[in-house]
């Protein structure tokens, strides 16, 4: 590939794409240019509909109004390998691998090098796998089995892929999110590097600072529409803010000023060889702790094992002075835990069935005296719920599908505070609903801190963490590495610890 | 990677190894059962199940699985009767093809209905394993042809069937050359490699872009070809059918494929571990007469390998999953234990 420094036809692009699912508008007359030599920077908040155009682009989802130009010329991908065979190649967020097969396998499936005969050339194979990890500085054995792999590993692989299909246009979807900083300052050499060789990328980050870093332009979207595209240095970190949420942060999380009460939730020592070690913390009544950290340090885990889904290796958890046997999630219910998970499709809801059946799907034994479930009380646990979340809904019998991202949050939430806990731990609460709905949900949460729940916030999104934490916990590769009051907690203080650089001296103290 | 892969090759080796140790053991009980003629006969039974055994395990391997193998089996073999009975002197290839037809048929039916109508291929191939039979009978009261003896065929069909090159039986020689094309294809060709891809994960699959609908077809095709060329050996070499023939063979099938070593839930195994896993079962149900053991147990001698293969293969993929974890929380530390481990005070 030849090196164009400002080719005038743009290597790929977007012209007044629209795109919808059922009756979601996902996105709207969205345009953007991707040019040879540039690093292009999306920017928005969940739910913007960033997603969305990585797909298109990648070939997974076709455009339902506008254009997609390539070199130019008006193209239609109907599937992700005509995407990359004319060059472009995307790097998902969560790598998605075959554990069976060799990594090389992995970089080159559907590419593998052939000997006459139709044959795979395996040594060929391997030895250019070896190639690319050699270029991007990272040893990792080419006939290695994948499975076992750890996140920022098979980052890496979704890279090699990429660069060993010589791919003209590569979309990075958010890839540092699971990466330390020296992983991430490494990947954005080879960014750079791809640039510089002729390359269009597109990169998405949740990182303001990460796209000042790398970026020579932004657009930024919200709620599917375009707002603006600009050069990366004419426009400050507020103006880019602001673009992006629509109004200012202060707006998205309510005043709270909560008295904390007695020690609720505390846990003491918990262990789980090889994925998180020597976890130690204490939620209060009334409080709301943060537990921060990238993606693959932990949290969910340390939130599955207190609540008793995963094992635990040792460790103690207690609830209200009662200490919890290990593994045993009914136990954790009827003591007052409740685990709102943090994927509401997968884990939160049983998408086919009503609404009112989901919301009474933890409180089961309540709407079903003498073993068999009544409709009606069912309905009105439902509907008391309901009304208290302000859930919006058109009939109670509909199926949970049917529901906006915010109000199916809003049924998981209601089905969990119908079982009255005394500890509420939420994943990711607010990840993919719109921005209206978060403002709901955030309030709620604190509502339900004033009534005097404590509360373990789970959120990879620093600006909530930092907006609704009376007390951050900071965890890295499976270990806390810093305690962090609200005075002290901001977005540098937080990421430094999450990255690996944590102080020492606060680990468990609290406790 | 050197030990996970020990452990798979491992796998074909410890079924060589119990291989042994029957015939070692049958062989003191009754010393005919390891002489020439012995082997003869292993190798002869194991080569229709065998070949039953590549088909399957080209589905197994993508997350997919063939439970009409005996009916579809019972129906070609049914095939080739008819075909003597319409003409005596029907060439041997054209009875062998016609039956590779008629099975890569049903194959193309149970593929179409799992790659294109998205069926679950276990409740597809549930329904055909009864929709084929019944054809099967059905065609055998329409005719009133119930059953089809070794006068009524060609001798040339009968002696391809019985005969043998060097000592070693052509449905051995047949059931060889399709292991190692088979083989050779899953490992050398990348529609190959993307059978596996397909079963390790069809997601990522569907994002390299594979034709996963196209390869599952291909598959059940390719599958329903081998068992319609096991129907027509079937009726070479045993010389009398009806339309019961096949009837439960689905069972020493995935027994076969999987106590060789293919996991039932795709992406890993290989054929020649299918291959022997077949050997294996067909040598213990020939060992269990003179060892004493009434004939009616074979199939209870199926389900228990089939049931202590998957056990055995669960609790592997277990303690391989615990020993990443522990080598994973081992190299953490070493990267930075100066910020957690060592600047912890205890409280």
């Known amino acids: 590939m030849e090196a164009t420094e400002h080719s005038p036809v743009p290597l790929l692009e977007l012209r007044n794409v629209s795109k919808s699912f059922q009756a979601v508008r996902a996105l709207r007359g969205v345009s953007i240019a991707l040019r040879a030599g540039e690093v292009h920077a999306l920017a928005g908040e969940n739910g913007a509909g960033k997603s969305t155009v990585v797909r298109i682009i990648g070939g997974e989802h076709q455009p339902d109004g506008g254009e997609v130009l390539l070199d130019g010329e008006p193209v239609r991908f109907s599937a ?432 | 990677m050197n030990r996970v892969r020990s452990l798979l090759s491992g796998r074909e080796i410890s079924i060589v190894l119990a291989l042994v140790a029957v015939v070692a053991v049958t062989g003191a009980v009754n010393p005919s059962f390891v002489s020439a003629q012995g082997f003869h006969d292993l190798f002869l039974n194991a080569s229709i199940i065998a070949l039953l055994a590549i088909g399957q395990t080209l589905l197994v391997i993508t997350r997919n699985i063939d439970l009409s193998v005996g009916s579809v089996m019972g129906l070609t073999a049914y095939l080739s009767g008819q075909m003597f009975i319409a003409d005596h002197d029907t060439p041997v290839i054209v009875v062998v093809l016609a039956g590779m037809a008629l099975g890569a048929a049903c194959g193309a039916f149970n593929g179409a209905l799992v790659a294109i109508a998205k069926v679950p291929a276990l409740v597809v191939t549930l329904g055909t394993l009864y929709v084929f039979r019944g054809v099967d009978y059905g065609w055998a009261s329409a005719t009133g042809v119930h059953q089809i003896n070794a006068d009524q065929m060609s001798p040339s069909f009968l002696s391809f069937g019985s005969g043998s090159i060097l000592g070693i039986p052509h449905l051995t020689l047949i059931a060889v050359a399709a292991l190692a094309v088979a083989g050779y294809a899953l490992h050398n060709w990348r529609s190959g490699r993307e059978l596996y891809a397909i079963g390790s994960n069809p997601q990522a699959a569907r994002l390299a872009g594979i034709p996963a609908g196209k390869r599952v077809f291909s598959a059940f095709v390719i599958s329903g070809a081998l068992v319609g060329l096991a129907g027509v050996l079937h009726a070479s070499y045993f010389g009398t059918i009806n339309a019961s023939v096949g009837t439960g063979r689905e069972l020493a099938v995935v027994a076969a494929v999987v106590v060789g070593g293919v996991a039932i839930f795709g992406g890993s195994g290989t054929v020649l571990g299918a291959v022997l896993g077949a050997l294996l079962l067909t040598t213990i149900t020939s060992a269990l007469p003179i060892l004493g053991v009434p004939a009616f147990w074979q199939r209870a001698v199926d389900g228990a390998a089939l049931l202590l293969a998957i056990s055995l293969d669960r609790a592997v993929m277990l303690r391989l999953a615990a020993r990443l974890r522990a080598e994973r929380s081992r190299a953490r530390p070493a990267g930075d234990t100066g910020d957690t481990e060592g600047s912890v005070p205890r409280a």
């Open chain 1, 80 to 511: 992700p390998r005509e995407a990359q065979q004319r060059g472009v190649a995307v790097i998902h967020q969560e790598p998605i691998q075959f554990p069976d097969l060799s990594v090389a396998e992995n970089v080159f499936m559907g590419r593998q090098p052939l000997r006459p005969g139709r044959r795979i050339d395996r040594r060929e194979m391997n030895r250019r796998a070896a190639e690319v990890f050699d270029r991007l500085g990272v040893p990792i054995e080419p006939t290695r089995q994948t499975r076992g792999l750890s996140i920022a590993d098979q980052q890496i692989i979704e890279i090699a892929k990429a660069l060993s299909a010589d791919a003209r246009i590569i979309v990075m979807d958010e890839p540092t999110a699971a990466l330390s900083a020296v992983e991430a300052e490494r990947l954005f050499r080879v960014a750079r590097g791809l640039a510089e060789r002729g390359a269009a990328l597109l990169f998405i980050s949740h990182r303001l600072d990460e796209m000042y870093a790398l970026c020579d332009r932004v657009t930024v979207l919200r709620d599917g529409a375009l707002v603006a595209t600009e050069r990366m240095t004419e426009i400050d970190h507020d103006t880019l803010v602001r673009r992006m949420v629509g109004r200012s942060v202060e707006q998205l999380f309510p005043e709270r000023e909560n008295e904390a009460g007695d020690e609720v939730l505390v846990v003491d020592g918990l262990n789980r060889a090889g994925v998180f070690g020597d976890i130690s913390f204490t939620v209060r009544a009334g409080e709301i702790v943060g537990l921060a950290g990238l993606v693959g340090s932990g949290r969910s885990e340390v939130a599955r094992a207190v609540f008793g889904v995963d094992e635990r290796d040792s460790g103690t958890v207690s609830v209200n002075g009662r200490p919890l046997p290990a593994a045993d999630p009914r136990t954790a219910i009827e003591n007052g835990i409740a685990l709102v998970p943090e994927d509401r499709r997968e884990q939160g809801l049983v998408l086919e069935l009503p609404i009112e059946r989901n919301a009474s799907l933890a409180r089961l034994p309540q709407v079903s005296p003498g073993g068999i479930t009544r409709r009606a009380r069912e309905r009105a646990l439902a509907r008391k719920w309901g009304e208290r979340l302000s859930l919006k809904y058109g009939r109670l019998s509909d199926p949970a599908t049917t529901l906006s991202g915010g109000n199916q949050q809003k049924v998981v939430l209601g089905k969990w505070l119908a079982t009255e806990p005394s500890v509420l731990i939420v994943d990711e609460p607010t990840r993919g609903i719109d921005i209206g709905a978060k403002v709901e949900v955030h309030a709620l949460l604190s509502d339900l801190a004033a009534q005097g729940i404590a509360i373990l916030l789970i959120s990879s999104e620093l600006p909530e963490v930092l907006g609704m934490a009376d007390r951050v916990l900071v965890m890295h590769e499976g270990r806390i590495t810093a305690e962090l009051s609200t005075e002290e907690a901001t977005e540098e203080t937080v990421m430094y610890a999450a990255t690996g650089n944590g102080r020492g001296g606060q680990n468990g103290s609290a406790a």
